[in-house]
């Protein structure tokens, strides 16, 4: 996606209070005019440059069109241009400003501190400032989905061909290169066959293909440590030269247990597909 659709839609202060809105769980068109003071026209025309900006996920459910925040777009933002500035060198920088404008200021810092925090600035290997972890967004019940429970739902757009991202996905030889087993293997690709991804370290995860429509959709009921299976689906779309994969588990229920699943499942989803489509824009 262009850059510049992220940054023109981040740009509006309206469409990052809806953004922060989404940031908890989804919520209807309805829902979100309810606390936008603007007109209902006005609000959709706000989710519309977000959806184009592909910084929300829409769905349709009967009357009802659901709206969810997508991170993948702000992931790869700051990590294409806000990496190698630290936090602490560009306070230091402004608290200089800070003193320097402030009426009646007898001194100014000396060169030598401004150097140092631009020097941490330019030196993307200087030692980083600790960074407070981002809660992960953490979406309520979904009626709209088959499955009870919350979910976790992302879009990304790769550059490279449905087949090309089909083959990351689905070859045993190719998911240890994105996502975190050694070793994959699968059995039939093939509604009722099995798949085993061999971690490192404790038991094996398993799944069972539930649809497996080569280059367009897969489908699996996932068991890893969680009380009991979620379900995986990947839908991919081409568009144009790009690849518009959709991703979404399904399942997660209420209580303190499933909170841990549900973090670490959406923190983990999010880096492995970001590597995926890297990988897949490189060539693969």
Same mark, same amino acid.
């Given at each position: 996606?262009?850059?510049?659709?992220?940054?023109?839609?981040?740009?509006?202060?309206?469409?990052?209070?809806?953004?922060?809105?989404?940031?908890? !769980?989804?919520?209807?068109?309805?829902e979100?005019?309810?606390?936008?003071?603007?007109?209902?026209?006005?609000?959709?025309?706000?989710?519309?440059? +977000?959806?184009?900006?592909?910084?929300i996920v829409?769905?349709?459910?009967g009357?009802s069109?659901?709206?969810?925040?997508?991170?993948?777009?702000?992931?790869?933002?700051?990590?294409?241009?806000?990496?190698?500035?630290?936090?602490?060198?560009?306070?230091?920088?402004?608290?200089? !400003?800070? =003193?320097?404008?402030?009426?009646?200021?007898?001194?100014?810092?000396?060169?030598?501190?401004?150097?140092?925090?631009?020097?941490?600035?330019?030196?993307?290997?200087?030692?980083q400032?600790?960074?407070a972890?981002?809660?992960?967004?953490r979406?309520?019940?979904?009626?709209?989905?088959?499955?009870?429970?919350?979910e976790?739902?992302?879009?990304?757009?790769?550059?490279?061909?449905?087949?090309?991202?089909w083959? +990351?996905?689905?070859?045993?030889?190719?998911?240890?290169?994105?996502?975190?087993p050694?070793?994959?293997?699968?059995?039939?690709?093939?509604p009722?066959?099995? =798949?085993?991804?061999?971690?490192?370290?404790?038991? #094996?995860?398993?799944?069972?293909?539930?649809?497996a429509?080569?280059?367009?959709?897969?489908?699996? !009921?996932?068991?890893?440590?969680?009380?009991?299976?979620?379900?995986?689906?990947?839908?991919?779309?081409?568009?144009? #030269?790009?690849?518009?994969?959709?991703?979404?588990?399904?399942?997660?229920?209420?209580?303190?247990?499933?909170?841990?699943?549900?973090?670490?499942?959406?923190?983990?989803?999010l880096?492995?597909?970001?590597?995926?489509?890297?990988?897949?824009?490189?060539?693969?």
């Amino acid at each position: 996606m262009d850059d510049d659709l992220v940054w023109s839609a981040l740009g509006n202060a309206t469409r990052r209070d809806i953004l922060d809105l989404l940031r908890h !769980r989804p919520k209807t068109t309805s829902e979100v005019a309810a606390h936008i003071p603007l007109s209902r026209y006005a609000v959709m025309q706000h989710l519309a440059v +977000l959806e184009a900006a592909n910084l929300i996920v829409v769905r349709r459910a009967g009357r009802s069109r659901w709206n969810q925040i997508n991170p993948i777009p702000i992931h790869e933002v700051a990590r294409r241009w806000l990496r190698g500035y630290e936090l602490d060198a560009v306070t230091s920088l402004l608290r200089v !400003r800070g =003193m320097a404008e402030r009426p009646g200021a007898k001194r100014i810092p000396g060169p030598t501190q401004g150097a140092r925090a631009m020097s941490r600035v330019m030196d993307p290997q200087a030692p980083q400032a600790p960074q407070a972890p981002q809660a992960p967004q953490r979406p309520a019940v979904d009626a709209t989905t088959g499955v009870a429970g919350r979910e976790i739902v992302f879009q990304l757009w790769i550059r490279a061909t449905p087949e090309t991202v089909w083959r +990351l996905l689905t070859d045993p030889a190719e998911i240890p290169r994105w996502s975190y087993p050694y070793a994959v293997e699968i059995d039939r690709l093939a509604p009722g066959g099995r =798949m085993r991804f061999v971690c490192a370290e404790g038991e #094996d995860d398993e799944a069972e293909v539930l649809a497996a429509e080569p280059n367009r959709r897969l489908a699996y !009921r996932w068991r890893s440590s969680e009380p009991e299976p979620t379900e995986v689906e990947v839908i991919l779309e081409p568009r144009a #030269d790009y690849t518009r994969l959709v991703f979404r588990n399904a399942g997660f229920l209420e209580g303190e247990a499933w909170d841990h699943f549900y973090e670490a499942n959406y923190s983990g989803w999010l880096e492995h597909h970001l590597a995926l489509k890297r990988l897949a824009e490189a060539g693969a």
